[in-house]
């Protein structure tokens, strides 16, 4: 997986170790458990918009479907919330393999309206289904993580949690990128005709990856509802699913670092715009429309692109 | 009520819903068929008409015709202004770029709107009274004939645009191909300029119109814009009288699952049809097949 | 090419400085020195500014703004400047957990007023109870405060003191079979369910009960269907702009049933919109916006009276409903600040034994068992007569 990733890694391992002990507060700590279970919705976001060239206008559906699943497993028919973690997977993964066969077949627009109006009926589900889901008005007490007799409890166990997972999601993506999977996900995006006459079965690797990112919802939910305790459907709308797409376009698609990059700015931007009061929503509107128009490519490729120039 | 009377009742009702769903989508039509762009930036325009209308007829107090087409002009101007400054200086942006730059505007409309005209749901008086018209124990509102009427005007004035004008056929060849469109002398930019005035003004009108009907507030362009990209896809993108007829379908749709089945999944049902259309024909109900083909991510 | 690469790495630079200078990562939060010790008592408030329901956090905010001044205008409390630190919610569950971590954190309030809704008041009740911060929500949901949480209050009337309200004078009115539809909000769910709770113990039926959805446009379908049904009445509990739909197409379909909203049309703008199709509409509503009708030596006449005067001096537009809450919710806490001073347990002693305390939404009553305060009696019914508010005769 080039040397250059895994030394990547490891700073990145580092960063996150030595974090906490800059940051004692437990504010910061939290933005940061929401950036890294951000960061796995994109990681496999970025695999399935930047690698294969596919759109998904529905990914707040499978965040919410991890959710939902371990949620209601663990608080409302006591399942341990691992075990429920694992449903969740399993729950979200099928439903992206029912939807993804018939989905992945349409092009461009048509697969973005496709994923909208799945994940769209997937948020009235979560409204309308009340005797499970607590409908619009949700429901609480969820129970938090347990290692052994240890009670995940506060921000710090989430934060060491979270990102010790987005770290092994790295590592499984990056694995994927350099082998020969990666290779043919890549031919797909130069051109779909062109891989299936050299052989390479698009269909089905375009299927494999838009489960894969799913599953890495459905994980970044089940971590949510386990954090957060309390579950209600707005989160998982139409709305977050456009944050999620703008996340892995402004941090660039064509790399799993780019998506955590993207990630990390939307959701600490934020914050820092907290002090502005309503004019927030300029100048978050302001900040996306710049590094859109003047970085196309995301932070990350056009950040790589400047080093290389000065050299 | 006899159920035929409601029947008819649902029946309107669809009418009426699909009708601002069918106006909304035509915006999305002009720019896709011009340059491929979704521009979820749409729903602002029809946001940014109703309130501007609002606006000029009860705070400025002009009368009302002179604010419609004051409205539709400010708006038209707006959707020029957003296409020079942020979509023109790109050099060949990729689509999700494009998708991006649309969100974001429409964040900043919104915003816009906000700090203009405040945060509460405002009303329009309905053109011509508002007492309904009563049709075999059914009901419908003058307003919602306004609509009909001015949607069939848009669409027709739009198929002798696109049929009949220079400037519209060079606008259908741009869609078609851009390259080639430009080799033969056509000046893409300026189709990608005009696409932009064209459908924020018949955004700005649909927003006007159903105004009356369905209240407005800053923060309404969204899901209008979600609907209507849903009618226009299903009807197949870049076919006008597409998302005029499925306007009508989702409309009754909701209205009929409202009313037979569950109002709290009727959304559910339109889309769960919506997708199935989508799976059997890719390329929506009238829409072409290459069309569907030649845009990617 | 090099000189437009000088630029962005400048821009990339000054980004970088401006983002080391402020917020959360900035440099001074290793310089302990530089922070001013605190004097003032910082009271946190979480308020729907943005979003879905600005139009519900913005007389909050602005109610907020206007006792923060007054307050400090007169003094402080016991010399202590107040300052309330305003965080938005944007409407998102997400947001509002991060907001009160912040406020509790970073910001140490003493106290936090708000979430707006009810949604996001039930995200933020795990966070509250486990850092010991007393919370006094502006949310109308039952469930914040049944069953009890020993960190949590409200200040709007319950949902089912509006219910029964609203079935009482149904009562009156010899209607027993009705219809209901909601919005598929927090709020809308809450009232639902209050609504078939408590129906069966006041002797009404529902017989029929629909809902839509909060940005839906015409709902003539599912009144079509209340149309078609025996009902005598509709209640319809939802937010704007549902309330005013639904009021113009009951008139579009001719339906000359009574409607009745919830506690949620508390603001005079709401009428207006509806117009016509608003008149003659019935709903129970704090003392607040019928203040005018209200006999001199009534309790709370002198505190509304004030805060309507006051806040329509400074804001010009009219005072609602939510803007009240809160201050019923600030002034809370401000009395304990006044009597036990920034002690996070004692304000919360203090607040849960609070009696008769008169604000806008009624005269409070806590204890440790009651964590709302009011009684049903809080409510008025009002009705919409020539686009104002007056009390039901």
């Known amino acids: 997986m080039g040397r250059k990733n895994i030394l990547s890694l490891l700073i990145l391992a580092g960063v996150i170790l030595a974090l906490p002990l800059g940051l004692g507060n437990s504010y910061y700590l939290n933005v940061l458990v929401f950036v890294g279970i951000y960061s796995l919705i994109t990681i496999g976001l970025s695999l399935l918009m930047g690698y294969t060239g596919q759109i998904s206008l529905g990914h707040a559906a499978f965040f919410g479907l991890g959710a939902y699943t371990s949620g209601v497993l663990s608080t409302k028919f006591g399942v341990s919330p691992w075990l429920a973690l694992l449903a969740g997977i399993f729950v979200t993964g099928g439903i992206a393999f029912l939807i993804a066969a018939p989905a992945l077949k349409l092009k461009g627009h048509y697969l973005a309206m496709a994923t909208l109006a799945f994940g769209y009926i997937v948020f009235i589900v979560f409204n309308q289904a009340s005797s499970l889901t607590g409908g619009p008005s949700g429901f609480g007490q969820i129970p938090r993580f347990r290692l052994g007799n240890f009670l995940l409890r506060s921000d710090v166990h989430y934060y060491y949690l979270v990102w010790t997972l987005v770290i092994v999601v790295l590592l499984v993506s990056l694995n994927i990128i350099h082998s020969r999977v990666g290779r043919a996900l890549r031919s797909i995006h130069e051109g779909e005709l062109t891989a299936n006459i050299m052989g390479v079965n698009t269909a089905k690797y375009k299927i494999q990856v838009f489960v894969l990112s799913a599953v890495y919802a459905s994980l970044a939910g089940s971590l949510y509802a386990h954090f957060i305790t309390f579950l209600n459907p707005t989160p998982f709308g139409f709305h977050f699913s456009i944050v999620l797409v703008a996340m892995v376009a402004v941090g660039g698609m064509a790399s799993v670092w780019g998506a955590m990059i993207g990630a990390a700015l939307l959701t600490i931007l934020p914050e820092y715009l907290r002090a502005f009061q309503d004019y927030d929503i300029l100048i978050y509107g302001s900040i996306l429309l710049l590094i859109m128009m003047f970085l196309p490519q995301g932070l990350f490729a056009g950040i790589l692109r400047l080093i290389k120039k000065e050299r | ?297 | 090419m090099r000189k437009k690469g000088k630029i962005v790495v400048g821009v990339v630079v000054a980004i970088v400085i401006v983002l080391l200078l402020v917020g959360p990562l900035s440099i001074w939060r290793w310089v302990p020195v530089l922070r001013k010790p605190a004097v003032a008592y910082k009271v946190g408030a979480i308020f729907a500014v943005t979003g879905p329901a600005a139009w519900l956090g913005t007389p909050e905010r602005n109610t907020a703004k206007m006792i923060e001044e007054e307050v400090n205008a007169a003094g402080g409390i016991n010399g202590h400047p107040l300052e309330i630190i305003i965080e938005d919610t944007v409407g998102d569950a997400t947001r509002t957990v991060t907001a009160a971590k912040k406020l509790i954190t970073k910001d140490q309030v003493l106290a936090i007023v708000g979430p707006s809704r009810s949604g996001t008041t039930m995200a933020v009740i795990p966070i509250v109870e486990e850092a010991k911060v007393p919370l006094i929500s502006c949310a109308a949901a039952e469930a914040i405060v049944v069953p009890v949480k020993s960190w949590v209050f409200k200040t709007p009337q319950k949902d089912s003191h509006a219910a029964v309200r609203i079935y009482e004078t149904m009562k009156l009115q010899g209607i027993s079979k009705i219809a209901i539809i909601t919005g598929t909000t927090g709020f809308g769910d809450q009232g639902r369910k209050q609504l078939k709770k408590l129906a069966p113990e006041l002797e009404i039926e529902i017989v029929a009960d629909e809902t839509y959805g909060p940005d839906d446009t015409d709902m003539t379908a599912q009144l079509t269907k209340i149309k078609a049904s025996e009902a005598q009445a509709v209640v319809n509990w939802s937010i704007v702009p549902g309330q005013v739909i639904v009021a113009k197409n009951m008139r579009q379909l001719g339906m000359k049933i009574p409607l009745f909203q919830s506690h949620g049309f508390g603001n005079i703008k709401y009428a207006q919109t509806a117009g016509e199709a608003g008149e003659g509409i019935i709903f129970p509503c704090g003392r607040l916006l019928a203040v005018d009708t209200l006999a001199d030596d009534h309790p709370q006449k002198e505190v509304l009276a004030k805060y309507k005067k006051e806040y329509e001096a400074k804001y010009e537009e009219d005072v609602s409903t939510f803007g009240g809450h809160a201050w019923d919710g600030l002034h809370l806490v401000i009395a304990a600040l006044r009597e036990v001073g920034p002690d996070r347990e004692k304000i919360r002693d203090y607040i849960e034994n609070t009696k008769n305390f008169v604000g806008t939404g009624g005269i409070f009553n806590f204890s440790p068992e009651d964590h709302s305060g009011l009684t049903k009696d809080a409510f008025e019914m009002l009705t919409v007569k020539n686009e104002k508010f007056v009390v039901l005769e």
């Open chain 2, 1 to 297: 009520m006899s159920l035929g009377d409601q029947l008819l009742q649902y029946l309107f009702t669809g009418i009426t819903i699909g009708a601002i769903y069918g106006m909304v989508a035509l915006g999305f039509n002009i720019i896709y068929s011009a340059t491929g762009i979704i521009n979820l930036a749409q729903g602002e325009f029809v946001m940014l008409g109703g309130m501007m209308m609002v606006y000029l007829t009860a705070i400025i107090k002009l009368p009302m015709v002179v604010s419609f087409f004051l409205s539709i002009l400010i708006v038209t101007a707006i959707g020029a202004a957003f296409e020079r400054a942020a979509i023109h200086p790109l050099k060949s942006p990729s689509v999700i770029t494009l998708i991006i730059i649309t969100v974001a505007a429409s964040i900043l409309f919104k915003g816009g709107a906000m700090f203009a005209w405040g945060k509460h749901t405002v009303s329009l008086s309905p053109f011509s009274g508002e007492e309904p018209i009563s049709v075999l124990g059914a009901t419908i509102l003058p307003q919602t004939l306004w609509i009909l009427g001015i949607m069939a005007a848009t669409v027709a004035l739009l198929i002798l645009f696109f049929g009949f004008t220079l400037t519209g056929k060079a606008m259908r060849a741009c869609a078609a191909n851009r390259t080639a469109a430009s080799l033969v002398g056509i000046n893409v930019k300026t189709m990608v300029l005009l696409s932009f005035a064209l459908s924020a003004g018949i955004g700005a009108t649909a927003g006007i119109i159903i105004t009356p009907i369905a209240l407005m507030n800053y923060d309404r362009g969204t899901m209008l814009a979600v609907k209507g990209f849903s009618v226009a896809v299903l009807g197949g993108l870049g076919s006008n009288v597409g998302a005029v007829v499925a306007g009508f379908i989702i409309g009754i749709m909701e209205s009929l699952g409202a009313g037979f089945i569950s109002s709290g999944y009727k959304d559910a049902i339109a889309l769960v049809v919506l997708l199935l259309v989508l799976f059997l024909k890719p390329s929506g109900l009238l829409g072409s097949r290459e069309r569907a083909e030649f845009k990617k991510f």
